[in-house]
């Protein structure tokens, strides 16, 4: 069936709410399990329209996660979700249904598959490509403890991109592991597939055949059946190619229909009889079943709450900031190149593509790839820029560190999604680039206080002959102007911004970097109203260079000095500031605040905020209580 709205009202679905487990769902008739599907897609669009969150890809595999319960003894059989963009239905089977629309929200279900809160959650999972190197991690366990079982990877088409995923293959293949890999073929990751491999997948459609499996277990040809295939015809090869995984060691079957409930039944109870590494082909269509969400599949990766008020603040994305400098820097200079981890949307990135087809490269989901595609090009006197969230940037650091930094290479990062991130939880927090960036020789780190300083920043870093990065967070900027002329900045200098009460002796000097600023700014004009000395607040701009020199001139006008980020405390810029006092011999209290030293639960990004003492009242009430503790102790 075919749906148009997302239902505000919980639907009625009789005989999914008889299954709380999957021990339920298999105890129906192999004929009830369509009505199971077209239930539990009814519910899954009701609970995301609810909760907000991952939208298409758990529309695309409703079939197929009833199918593999239904097959598989879960949780003696081992399912194991790569990313977790599609686990929504898994979860719903798995006795948290009426819990989905509490999904990504403080005290709720995660985002993503997460080990402690279900036994049927094998892996945890955020980045993408780690399915196959956990699952048989897992198979080759229980065949040292002599305990088998069956174990199953579900595995995106856009996540196959990376190379990870072709190193647990090999390795699997090596150790004959009984381990199946189920290839959710749906042309797409967040945006559309593309490359090599793409065409390869595409390839395989247009022989016109596929690998059926009979009852024992037995391979046999196949002609395909009359399905559309057209969606995928623009990246088809000229030659269908041999079959990859056949060539690696796989056994192969498909492509299958991955909407055929009845049809993936068969074959996966089929596949039961065999052993060693199997991979099972299929096709499914990411949003199935609602009608906009097959039509643009970009759009409706992911949902906002459906009931939600519309959001107030009008300032721009600070991804769409660094979309527009892009192209504005693009105009200005012929040698600028561009480069996205499959991230084209999110990264704001769209019109570049556009306007500069020719100097866009999408890598697929291959950080690792990215960061040293991008050393290649400056080692041809190009100016390349690598558009890529932090928590992405930590599958690319060996790269960043031996292929760009140790040859001091021209490249300009942009670093999305920098510090809390709200509803998408720990796995995408970008709680550690300061620190696994400050370590490394050569490289500028850049954090903007606003929208403007993050163009103008953008700018600075790209005029800069080495490694830079520039580290913004996700969402929305502060209104400010945005200034239209690009303007250097002098690297490593901060900027005094206020001064209060300076007629007192003592006081206190608040050092404030990226986003913490502005609520740094509001914490001081309290503070210096409350306890009546001098506060002084420092845009420190610069993580790496340290301005030193303005901590220096501060030293005998400050009492106590603060450090504020967005980031752990832990080697942060507060590290780097305490690092410097302590190698000066400056001898001065200090207070560090930021992210503590664990992972943080989803919430919304202001509630992840108020948890942690980073907005002005809870940076506040830290100052002032260390500033009580220290006169006490004068």
């Not at 339920?24 to 899954?44: G, K, N, P, T, Y």
């Not at 991109?161 to 749906?186: C, K, P, R, S």
């Not at 919304?604 to 003492?613: F, K, P, S, V, Y």
């Amino acid at each position: 069936m075919l749906y148009t709205e997302i239902p505000n009202q919980r639907p009625v679905t009789p005989l999914l709410d008889e299954v709380d487990h999957p021990q339920q769902l298999r105890q129906l008739e192999q004929s009830q399990l369509v009505q199971v599907a077209d239930e539990l897609r009814q519910f899954i669009l009701y609970a995301a329209g609810q909760s907000g969150g991952h939208f298409g890809a758990n529309l695309g595999v409703i079939e197929l996660t009833v199918a593999l319960h239904y097959c598989f003894e879960t949780p003696k059989d081992r399912l194991v979700w790569d990313v977790g963009h599609q686990a929504y239905p898994h979860k719903a089977l798995t006795g948290r249904r009426e819990q989905l629309t509490t999904i990504r929200s403080k005290n709720g279900l995660a985002a993503f598959p997460a080990r402690e809160e279900s036994e049927f959650d094998t892996f945890g999972v955020g980045h993408s490509s780690t399915a196959i190197s956990a699952g048989l991690g897992m198979a080759l366990a229980r065949r040292y403890q002599k305990d088998p079982c069956e174990v199953v990877a579900i595995v995106g088409d856009g996540a196959m991109t990376a190379g990870m995923a072709f190193e647990a293959m090999n390795d699997a293949v090596a150790h004959n592991a009984d381990l199946i890999v189920v290839l959710n073929d749906n042309d797409m990751s967040i945006s559309c597939s593309t490359g090599g491999f793409a065409k390869h997948l595409a390839a395989i459609w247009e022989q016109g055949q596929f690998i059926n499996i009979d009852e024992e277990g037995q391979a046999f040809v196949q002609d395909c059946p009359e399905w559309d295939y057209n969606s995928r015809l623009h990246q088809s090869a000229t030659d269908a190619a041999d079959n990859l995984f056949k060539a690696i060691g796989f056994d192969y079957f498909g492509p299958f229909d991955g909407h055929d409930v009845e049809q993936l039944v068969q074959v996966f109870n089929a596949l039961k009889k065999r052993k060693g590494p199997r991979l099972i082909h299929v096709y499914t269509v990411k949003g199935k079943g609602f009608a906009p969400a097959e039509a643009d599949q970009i759009k409706y990766h992911a949902i906002g709450k459906t009931h939600a008020s519309p959001a107030k603040n009008s300032a721009p994305k600070y991804s769409d900031v660094f979309g527009q400098w892009l192209c504005d820097e693009a105009k200005q200079d012929q040698r600028l190149l561009a480069i996205t981890p499959a991230m084209c949307e999110g990264s704001g990135m769209v019109q570049f593509a556009k306007q500069f087809p020719e100097r866009y490269f999408d890598v697929a989901i291959a950080e690792q790839h990215a960061v040293t595609l991008a050393a290649g090009m400056a080692c041809e006197g190009l100016k390349p820029v690598v558009a890529i969230y932090s928590t992405f940037l930590q599958r690319g650091y060996d790269q960043l560190i031996h292929d760009v930094a140790l040859q001091n290479l021209d490249v300009t990062f942009g670093i999305d999604r920098a510090g809390l991130v709200g509803e998408d939880g720990p796995t995408h927090a970008g709680a550690y680039d300061y620190a696994y960036m400050r370590t490394v020789p050569n490289m500028v780190i850049m954090a903007p206080k606003d929208e403007n300083e993050c163009r103008q920043m953008l700018h600075t870093a790209y005029l800069y002959p080495g490694p830079t990065a520039v580290r913004y967070p996700r969402g929305n900027g502060l209104g400010v102007e945005i200034q239209q002329q690009l303007t250097e900045l002098e690297i490593g200098q901060a900027e005094l911004l206020l001064e209060l009460n300076t007629e007192h002796d003592e006081g206190m000097s608040i050092l404030a970097f990226g986003s913490r600023v502005q609520p740094a700014l509001e914490a001081a004009k309290q503070l210096a109203q409350q306890l009546d000395i001098a506060v002084r607040v420092v845009n420190m701009r610069f993580v790496k260079p340290l301005d030193e020199q303005i901590i220096r001139d501060l030293v005998d006008k400050t009492s106590l000095f603060v450090t504020v980020e967005e980031h752990a405390v832990m080697a942060g810029a507060g590290s780097a500031v305490n690092e410097f006092l302590a190698h000066a011999q400056i001898i001065k209290p200090i207070l560090n605040l930021g992210l503590p030293d664990e992972f943080l639960a989803q919430a919304t990004h202001t509630e992840m905020l108020q948890d942690c003492g980073l907005d002005a009242d809870g940076i506040k009430n830290s100052i002032q209580q260390t500033w009580l503790k220290l006169v006490q102790h004068v």
